[in-house]
């Protein structure tokens, strides 16, 4: 399994774009790069997955640079409420036995200040 | 959809006790997943099913965890006897097993924090 490297933490203010990034050398052709945010007290949520390129949607845009060695979890207008700890996964999610290993890193916590 | 539900919510026990957790997964999902989280260690996979067969279980710390997944419905973690070094938030997760462009999502309950005097 790919071996995943992000800051530890991260500050920010309202209104800034946040962009975290995710070092992953060993990430093999199969995987995929997931990204998921925790709020205290709660369990992760899903934010974005990609393969290549970039990816958006509502929440955040993805950047995979072409060598794939690395991603960037770009946040648009942070607000309080984003103040949260973000975790990038590599894997490919589709094998369906053995192997389907989701190992969630030490994430990067992100303070968004007023 | 009511999403993963765990339960209890909290548990405080004293060392020695049995301890069982809970969890319902979303309907439908064939994966379920077990995940323990401490300040310490971060999220840690401790077990997973696909079809209620447990896959790996390679992250179980030791003989005193075992989970069960009777059916597709239902799965508990249970810890005997309980230690104060397994105080932690445990969680739930499930997703459906991937076919064509799913993503794979993981989806987690709340968690159950456990308390070990």
């Known amino acids: 399994l790919a071996k995943t490297t992000q800051p530890i933490s991260m500050d920010s203010y309202e209104g800034q774009e946040v962009n975290i990034t995710c070092s992953h050398n060993n990430i093999a052709t199969n995987d995929y790069i997931t990204w998921y945010q925790q709020f205290p007290s709660q369990g992760p949520r899903f934010i974005i997955q990609g393969y290549k390129t970039k990816v958006t949607n509502e929440v955040a845009s993805l950047f995979i640079p072409a060598d794939r060695k690395s991603s960037t979890l770009s946040l648009p207008r942070v607000s309080l409420s984003d103040t949260a700890v973000y975790y990038c996964l590599v894997g490919d999610h589709r094998i369906k036995a053995a192997g389907n290993k989701l190992t969630f890193g030490g994430g990067t916590r992100v303070l968004v200040k007023p | 959809d009511a999403g993963v539900i765990q339960s209890p919510r909290h548990e405080v026990t004293e060392m020695g006790q049995e301890v069982t957790l809970r969890c319902k997964p979303i309907s439908g999902h064939n994966s379920l997943f077990w995940y323990r989280q401490t300040m310490m260690r971060g999220l840690e996979l401790l077990i997973y099913f696909n079809n209620n067969v447990p896959i790996d279980d390679s992250g179980m710390p030791e003989d005193r965890f075992s989970a069960k997944m009777p059916n597709a419905s239902f799965s508990t973690l249970k810890i005997q006897p309980s230690e104060p070094r397994d105080s932690a938030v445990y969680f739930c997760?499930?997703?459906?097993?991937?076919?064509?462009?799913?993503?794979?999502?993981?989806?987690f309950g709340e968690g159950s924090r456990l308390t070990v005097l």
């Open positions: 997760a499930s997703s459906p097993l991937v076919g064509g462009g799913g993503t794979g999502e993981l989806f």
